[in-house]
């Protein structure tokens, strides 16, 4: 707990800014995706917060439809948790994970992208 206090307190400011960019952005433009406000297209991680949600109640066929790599994500992030605040594992498997996860990421965008809307 004390590492959790103790990154709250080194990194609040990080905090801050992403709450102000969420808040303005989203007044602004009505939505917070900073690749779709400029691009005006889905971007990579388009899909991963409602995959999240249908995850974590139950509907998996919909998470995987909103963004597979969902699943990946969490997995890191979880490890990540674990590693940090909890115990600490003794193999750190975070820097091969982050960029698989990372790949499969780009690599369903670029599917997406190619079979979807062959103009880009």
Not at 13 to 23: G, H, N, P, Q, S
Not at 79 to 88: A, M, N, Q
Request: charge should be positive; include cysteine; proline fraction near 4%.
């Amino acid at each position: 707990m004390e590492k959790l206090k103790k990154d709250l307190k080194n990194y609040w400011y990080v905090i801050l800014l992403v709450i102000l960019y969420m808040t303005i952005t989203e007044i602004l433009f009505h939505k917070t995706c900073i690749f779709q406000i400029l691009f005006h297209m889905d971007c990579p991680g388009c899909g991963l917060t409602r995959a999240t949600i249908s995850l974590f109640t139950g509907n998996i066929k919909a998470s995987l439809h909103y963004n597979y790599s969902c699943i990946f994500w969490l997995l890191t992030i979880i490890l990540f948790i674990i590693d940090r605040y909890i115990k600490p594992l003794k193999i750190k498997p975070f820097p091969v994970l982050f960029i698989i996860t990372c790949l499969v990421t780009i690599i369903r965008y670029i599917l997406i992208v190619v079979f979807k809307n062959p103009i880009f």
